[in-house]
């Protein structure tokens, strides 16, 4: 189980998050995804790590927002999006 993170704007992104990235603002990131609808991890599967799966509900999440292009890499405009 992932630890909990309430509303999106509690966790302060500082960096940009992307395939590969990992730690604990990932797991933030896939929280508030979870939370918002846009991501379901399959049970086994760690949370932390920013793969295919995350990068495919950024995208997501980023359309929904106006964030274009929606590509999810989880940058400047997503993470000045997720403040407000």
Known sequence: MAPSVPAQAAYNFTR???LGSTG???TA???MLISSGYL???SGV???YFGQL???AVAAWQKANGITPPIGYFGPKS???IKK
């Open 29 to 31: 990131l896939q929280q």
């Open 46 to 48: 760690a949370y932390g």
């Open 40 to 42: 379901k991890m399959p």
């Open 79 to 81: 993470r000045e999006q």
């Open 16 to 18: 940009d998050l992307t």
């Open 54 to 56: 995350t990068r495919e």
């Open 24 to 26: 604990a603002d990932v």
